[in-house]
């Protein structure tokens, strides 16, 4: 019904730059939060920033000031914008979108595949 695939995952030197971005496709009537997570070996997942429809956001506080997400709604697309990336910032990104499905309009969750981001020291 619904996919999520995202793109944008890459190597990359500590201080440097990554742009994620994640387009849903399929049966959609309407689209509420859309996020990022993030997973590390050995961690848990964790919310990374999320963006609702409106364009509040929310974020993890240690990418406070570093990380910017944001939405075209028109293109059911969401993006992360990441800069002065540290090691620790290495992870699987996931994105996640809460969809309203055509033709019950029910919400539910959906995920994209992930994507790697590794930074070097």
């Known amino acids: 019904q619904v996919q999520l695939v995202e793109s944008g995952g890459d190597l990359v030197q500590a201080g440097g730059s990554l742009r994620l971005s994640c387009a849903a496709s399929?049966?959609?009537?309407?689209?509420?939060?859309m996020g990022w997570y993030r997973q590390a070996p050995g961690k848990q997942r964790e919310l990374v920033a999320h963006?609702?429809?409106?364009?509040?956001?929310n974020y993890l506080d240690s990418v406070k000031g570093r990380f910017a997400i944001s939405r075209d709604n028109a293109k059911n697309t969401v993006y992360l914008q990441m800069n002065s990336l540290q090691p620790e910032d290495t992870a699987v990104y996931y994105c996640?979108?809460?969809?309203?499905?055509?033709?019950?309009?029910?919400?539910?969750?959906?995920w994209g595949q992930g994507t790697q981001v590794t930074v070097s020291s």
């Open positions: 996640n979108a809460w969809v309203r499905v055509l033709p019950t309009r029910q919400e539910a969750p959906y």
């Open positions: 399929g049966t959609i009537f309407s689209i509420n939060f």
């Open positions: 963006i609702t429809s409106g364009g509040s956001t």
